[in-house]
C-alpha cells in the first residue's frame, strides 16, 4: 500500500467506503463479481437466485459507486470562492 500516492489512497478509501455502503447482498455480489471473478451463473446458484436478480444487484452496486463524489468539485461552488 505504500507504493500507492496520496491521491490514489484517498481514491481507494473513497471506493472502500462505497462498497461499505452498499447493501449486504448487493456487496456480495459485486465482491463475487469484481474480485473473486465468479460468473453471473455461479453467483446466481450459489445465493439460489436468477440470472436476472444477480444482474440487478449488481446494478444496485454500481449505483453506489456511481454516486460517489468525484475529485472535481460541482461547478456551483465556483460562486462560493472569496
Known sequence: MS???????RRLRKFERAVERME??????FLGIR????????LA???GM????????????LFVLIQ??????P???QFWRW
Open 24 to 29: 449486504p447482498l448487493d456487496r456480495e455480489i
Open 50 to 61: 436468477t440470472l436476472q436478480q444477480v444482474e440487478q444487484h449488481f446494478a444496485n452496486a
Open 75 to 77: 461547478d456551483w461552488w
Open 3 to 9: 507504493s500507492l500516492s496520496r491521491a490514489e489512497r
Open 45 to 47: 446458484a450459489k445465493h
Open 68 to 73: 460517489m463524489p468525484t475529485e472535481k468539485p
Open 35 to 42: 474480485v473473486d471473478e465468479l460468473s453471473y451463473r455461479q
